[in-house]
């Protein structure tokens, strides 16, 4: 029992860094109706802008973890919005199928430049916050998890004070609901869009540090696997939803845990997949994906 409770804290924290990058996904699909598959290689560009602040600020402290985490946001929240401006904002009148190539271009774009500008060996990211384990019972805790399970629920928290009760968030879903209705009531659509991708992006960006904090080795592909299971978890709890795609990023994470510990095992980077299947045959919309009110 104290084992299986063990994977199942283990998976939350998984699933909540899945979670972070799966409301990237459907921020932007919920404004502009397309998946920005550059977007985890944003989360890789996070970590790495951790790695080198992590060696500027140096020590281990929350203070400094927190200056970490907050530089890799703002770096990529920039980035976010650069991406937008350049690569997306000339091709919003052109067809779905140009700007999803459009975005896989730029996704391999950013790889290539990450192994230019940051190497193709594995480094190792440098302690930023404190880490210890503690026992409950029988069961055996990292302090690791629990710190990315709190900041998770913190810029989640954050992130639902953003969309429901500021002027922003109203004009984000506005422009999700009616793009047209809201530029006629005098909405900013462009910088709305750049917002939104700019917030994404720094979401990306916190779930990157914080899965270089829980498994300290990054490189320049690292976003690949995270990226596509966390596509996986904003379908499975319904593009566009924001409750539905934390849900199934905690969802696939203890699921994905969970395999790992059976006998299963070789399944365990199948088992998104095999979900994403389930779901499209039987539940195209989502779990949550008829939810209306959290969409944004």
Excluded at 65 to 81: K, P, R
Excluded at 113 to 142: E, I
């Amino acid at each position: 029992m104290s084992e299986f409770i063990q994977q199942i804290i283990n998976g939350l924290s998984v699933g909540a860094m899945y979670a972070l990058i799966a409301i990237g996904y459907t921020l932007v699909y919920g404004v502009l109706r397309f998946i920005n598959f550059a977007h985890s290689d944003v989360f890789m560009v996070g970590s790495f802008v951790g790695f080198y602040s992590g060696k500027v600020l140096g020590g281990t402290s929350w203070a400094g973890g927190l200056g970490v985490m907050a530089a890799s946001m703002v770096g990529c929240a920039l980035l976010g919005i650069l991406i937008e401006r350049l690569a997306y904002k000339p091709l919003r009148s052109r067809s779905k199928l140009t700007v999803l190539i459009t975005a896989i271009g730029v996704s391999m774009l950013l790889q290539n430049v990450g192994q230019l500008v940051f190497g193709t060996n594995p480094q190792p990211f440098p302690d930023t916050l404190p880490a210890t384990t503690f026992q409950v019972g029988g069961v055996v805790v990292s302090s690791k998890d629990l710190v990315v399970l709190g900041f998770t629920l913190c810029l989640l928290g954050a992130l639902e004070y953003i969309v429901l009760k500021t002027k922003v968030g109203t004009a984000m879903r506005a422009v999700a609901f009616n793009p047209q209705a809201a530029s006629l009531m005098g909405i900013n659509i462009d910088w709305i869009i750049s917002f939104t991708f700019g917030l994404g992006s720094a979401l990306a960006a916190a779930g990157g540090f914080l899965w270089a904090y829980k498994f300290p080795r990054i490189e320049p592909f690292m976003g690949v696997a995270p990226g596509l299971t966390a596509f996986v978890a904003a379908v499975l709890g319904g593009i566009g939803n924001i409750t539905g795609a934390a849900l199934g990023g905690l969802l696939l994470g203890v699921i994905e845990t969970l395999v790992k510990g059976s006998r299963w095992s070789t399944w365990t980077e199948a088992i998104a997949f095999v979900l994403l299947i389930l779901i499209l045959l039987f539940k195209p919309a989502g779990l949550l994906g008829r939810v209306q009110a959290e969409k944004v």
